[in-house]
């Protein structure tokens, strides 16, 4: 699997894992000093991942999808990583900014509509609510632009396969929920299920665009398994 790079490149790929690594290291140290053996764990970890970003972007990129139906708090592992995602991405030239000169309307809207909230926090009632739902939108057209600049032919395959298995696993555990396996875990309340999310409201949407992109695969392949998946996801 292979991700869109630019041809250009800002800093080469050793300079760029470096300063992460070095980065995380001088931040950690003065995080868990005292304790060898969660310090050694964590570094290690960090130092895979530092790697995974520099070398294997696209991987990370995939896992990234496949988490995003993990969300039981926040931040979730998919919003920490995609934070490290975009910054490398800037960084190494994985994102493709040409393409925002063909976008003018699709670009200026997300952002006037970020303005408006930002001056209606002005008159909100409750302050803190009004922030936090708004830096959630910021969040999501910030993830939205980065699906943008990100997706090409060369990877669109591998980005629709894992958002429909991350789906896919979630409509498995929310059946599970369903048929009282772990319901504390994996249902809301007597009826609803949520799976891995937080809520019931979030775990129903999540589905739907998997669900269409079955149904399409359908047609064109005559797939019963995909149509298995399709109908168990529609149940739910």
């Known amino acids: 699997m292979k991700g869109c790079i630019d041809e250009t490149k800002i800093f080469g790929k050793k300079i760029i894992v470096m300063c992460i690594v070095a980065a995380l290291i001088a931040g950690l140290s003065t995080i868990l000093r005292g304790d060898g053996f969660l310090y050694i764990s964590i570094l290690t970890g960090v130092c895979v991942f530092g790697a995974l970003l520099v070398f294997r972007y696209h991987w990370v990129a995939i896992l990234n999808i496949l988490l995003l139906s993990m969300v039981r708090f926040e931040p979730a592992p ?72 990100y997706i090409s032919w060369n990877n669109i395959k591998d980005i629709i396969r894992a958002y429909v298995v991350s789906s896919t696993v979630s409509a498995l555990l929310g059946l599970m929920g369903h048929i009282g396996l772990l319901p504390s875990i994996l249902m809301y309340d007597r009826y609803r299920v949520m799976a891995l999310f937080k809520d ?15 149904i399409e695969d359908v047609w064109r392949k005559k797939s019963f398994v995909v149509l298995f998946g399709s109908i168990l996801s529609l149940q739910l």
């Open 78 to 149: 998919s919003d920490l990583i995609f934070i490290f995602l975009l910054l490398t991405g800037v960084i190494a030239g994985h994102l493709r900014f040409h393409r925002m000169s063909h976008t003018t309307p699709m670009i200026l809207f997300p952002i006037l509509y970020i303005l408006i909230g930002t001056l209606q926090l002005f008159i909100a009632h409750e302050k803190m609510a009004g922030i936090r739902y708004h830096l959630i939108t910021i969040y999501l057209i910030a993830y939205s632009y980065y699906l943008l600049l």
């Open 200 to 214: 019931p409201n979030v775990f129903g949407p999540f589905l739907v665009p998997a669900v269409i992109l079955l």
